[in-house]
């Protein structure tokens, strides 16, 4: 069964429209989508290594548009739906508070989350949440997704090969290392 999931994500990573379906998965998972782009952009880049860097930026650009999206989602939400529920349950004191410390912290917040496998629609909408200043969103975000995408789009474009053989010959434990850390992902959200 992984295996053909493998071979059907990897024909589908060498289609003409592969950058408009990446573009949509990095929008939406930055702002309210589970699955990370990198699910397409790592066979794509394997499929065809010449286009590493215009994959890389393609999921850069559409991933920080998605997390402006999210930003608003969160500004938006909390002002109309998130406050008065909290105000009703005698929570806003404690949103106040939650607000400046994530602020205090928002650069490494958005940071970390962009790089890693954290994930990065939850830090958009509490960005947008709490006020961040929209310009230290952006620019972290550009440098978060940035490091992410352009690194793993340089070990693909360098190391393709072995690492397209590595994934064949062991997909099962591929899939488990990947599935544990966008699971790890989820309960790092759900207990922090």
């Not at 393709?160 to 966008?182: H, M, N, S, W, Y």
Request: charged letters at 15%.
């Amino acid at each position: 069964m992984l295996t053909g999931l493998y071979n059907w994500t990897m024909r589908l990573a060498d289609h003409p429209r592969a950058l408009l379906v990446l573009a949509v998965v990095s929008f939406a998972e930055s702002s309210f989508f589970p699955i990370p782009p990198d699910v397409l952009m790592i066979p794509m880049i394997l499929a065809r290594p010449s286009r590493a860097w215009l994959i890389a930026l393609v999921a850069l650009v559409s991933s920080v548009l998605g997390g402006l999206f999210g930003y608003a989602i969160g500004s938006l939400a909390f002002e109309e739906i998130g406050q008065p529920i909290l105000a009703s349950l005698g929570k806003a004191d404690a949103m106040a508070e939650f607000s400046t410390k994530f602020n205090d912290f928002g650069f490494w917040a958005v940071l970390g989350a962009g790089v890693t496998p954290f994930p990065f629609k939850v830090i958009t909408i509490m960005s947008g949440w709490t006020g961040m200043p929209l310009a230290t969103f952006v620019a972290t975000s550009i440098l978060a997704r940035g490091i992410r995408f352009f690194l793993v789009a340089a070990l693909l474009w360098k190391f393709g090969e072995p690492v397209r053989d590595f994934i064949e010959k062991r997909l099962g434990l591929v899939a488990t290392a990947f599935l544990l850390l966008l699971f790890g992902g989820f309960l790092i959200v759900r207990y922090l």
